[in-house]
């Protein structure tokens, strides 16, 4: 059995798809104007959290300019402050922000993961680019001994838990409870700008999935 920092170190050294690699790269050397003048992180990332946990939240991927700079997961983006914000309304998370790597945030009770460790173009990874991430979601799985709920981000995230968990996907969408024996997958959309920006989810919406998932996991 791996520990959770093997793994990690394992994640962070992959170079298994070729146009994952060299996209984070160029986008780490090639900066957007407004982060010129910082120094991205550009490999793939692992998960984070508090490896106790019961909540398991599973993402679709990095951002190229989000996790793909600062190093975590959802943070220095639009989506992770989301995510940030509402945790810490519902006693997840230390801070209720999510900023930087070194930024203090903790997480309580919760893990978070994606289905995918590298930025893809367009944020559309490719079926066999997911199928080659999907060990590490395996693995992360065997070490996180003591999770009974699965939050999916988005449609991406709950196919690749299902088949993590071995269970049929059901119809997508958001706020549904899947109930299994020993385990419960919670969907909601993801808190991308897409989404939030358009209407698509509004922040009672995004609110009431972690109001049940609090719930779930007492």
Not at 83 to 98: C, D, E
Not at 160 to 173: D, I, N, R, S
Not at 198 to 211: E, I, L, R, Y
Request: aromatic share 10%.
């Amino acid at each position: 059995m791996k520990t959770i920092q093997s793994l990690n170190k394992k994640i962070t050294n992959c170079q298994k798809c070729p146009r994952l690699s060299v996209y984070i790269h160029d986008v780490a050397k090639n900066k957007v104007k407004r982060f010129k003048d910082e120094k991205y992180y550009g490999k793939p990332l692992s998960g984070f959290g508090d490896i106790k946990a019961k909540l398991l939240i599973v993402g679709l991927a990095p951002a190229a300019h989000g996790g793909n700079r600062t190093g975590r997961m959802f943070t220095g983006d639009s989506s992770g402050d989301w995510l940030a914000k509402v945790m810490h309304k519902y006693g997840f998370a230390s801070i209720p922000t999510s900023h930087s790597s070194d930024d203090g945030l903790v997480l309580k009770n919760a893990y978070i993961t994606a289905a995918v460790r590298c930025a893809p173009p367009k944020n559309k990874p490719t079926r066999e680019e997911m199928d080659t991430c999907f060990n590490y979601l395996e693995q992360e799985k065997n070490i996180l001994k003591n999770i009974t709920i699965i939050l999916c981000l988005g449609k991406i995230a709950y196919h690749a838990t299902c088949k993590l968990y071995k269970v049929k996907p059901e119809k997508f969408g958001h706020e549904k409870l899947f109930s299994y024996d020993g385990f419960k997958i919670l969907t909601s959309y993801h808190p991308s700008r897409q989404n939030t920006q358009t209407g698509k989810m509004t922040w009672n919406q995004w609110s009431s999935v972690f109001a049940k998932a609090k719930k779930l996991t007492k």
